[in-house]
């Protein structure tokens, strides 16, 4: 009788364990497949918005030395370049602390599975 009891409970044992873990690893698919299609959707916004800047950017550039070609041409380019290289100082700054301050992958995962070891070490 008692090893019938400690086989079922050993069963059950199995089988819960089985499904938690079905359920974890259906919760980190979804959180690859979520943040998978914001990485691409956002790569696809950067890029189309880097190349309509960097187009707008080069097209008022060459206006503002053709403008100024007859009187401070070296003058006018100075700035420019001057004013593109402070602008990309200060987007590339902007990138790396949002970088540092982006969230955890898996973030909901790794709260459950903490979750889990809790329960587990109470019993």
């Known amino acids: ?15 819960t364990g089985a499904s938690i873990a079905q359920t974890r690893l259906e919760l980190i698919s ?11 959707s956002l790569l696809l916004l950067i890029i189309c918005a ?5 187009f707008g950017l080069v097209m008022l550039a060459l206006l503002i030395v053709i403008y100024s070609w007859e009187t401070d041409r070296i003058l006018a380019l100075s700035l420019l370049t001057s004013g593109f290289l402070v602008v990309g100082f200060i987007f590339a700054l902007v990138v790396l602390r949002s970088l540092k301050t982006m969230p955890r992958l898996f973030e909901a995962t790794i709260s459950e599975l903490a979750k889990d070891q809790q329960e587990l070490a109470k019993r």
């Open 1 to 15: 009788m008692s090893q019938e009891n400690l086989l079922s409970s050993l069963k059950n044992l199995v089988s």
């Open 30 to 40: 979804t959180d690859i497949q979520i943040a998978r299609a914001k990485f691409l």
């Open 50 to 54: 880097l190349f309509f800047l960097f």
